[in-house]
C-alpha cells in the first residue's frame, strides 16, 4: 500500500508547466491522503485563480500517483482556500527564484 511520504516523493517529480519547479517544492500542494481502500486525494491550488493549466497539472499527478502499488483512485481537487503566495514555497524554490 502507497504512503502518503511515497505520494509526495511523487508529487515532488512533477513540475509546473511554467515555472518548471516542482508543485510540492512550489507549495501548491496543501495535502494529501489515502485511505485503506487505496483512494488517493490530493487538495491542491494554482498560483493565480485565473491560471489555466490546471489540466496539465493535473493529468501527471493522476497518472504518476496510480503507478504507485495498492492506488486504486486518485482524486486531485483544486482551492482557492487560503490563496496560494510565495511563503508556502520551500527554501530550495525560493533560492531557485530568487525569493531568498
Known amino acids: 500500500m502507497a ?3 511515497q ?3 511523487v508529487l515532488d517529480t512533477i513540475p509546473d508547466p511554467e515555472i518548471g519547479i516542482s508543485i510540492f517544492q512550489l507549495g501548491l500542494v496543501y495535502n494529501t ?3 485503506k481502500k487505496g483512494n488517493v486525494r490530493v487538495l491542491m491550488t ?6 489555466p493549466l490546471f ?3 493535473r493529468e501527471p499527478i493522476v497518472e504518476k500517483v496510480m503507478a504507485l502499488k495498492g492506488v486504486k483512485n486518485v ?9 496560494w503566495s510565495p511563503d508556502t514555497m ?3 524554490a525560493k533560492l531557485q527564484l530568487g525569493f531568498a
Open 3 to 5: 504512503t502518503k511520504k
Open 75 to 83: 482524486e486531485v481537487e483544486l482551492t482557492f482556500e487560503p490563496p
Open 46 to 51: 494554482l498560483t493565480s485563480i485565473g491560471c
Open 90 to 92: 520551500s527554501q530550495e
Open 55 to 57: 489540466d496539465q497539472i
Open 33 to 35: 491522503e489515502i485511505d
Open 7 to 9: 505520494i509526495e516523493k
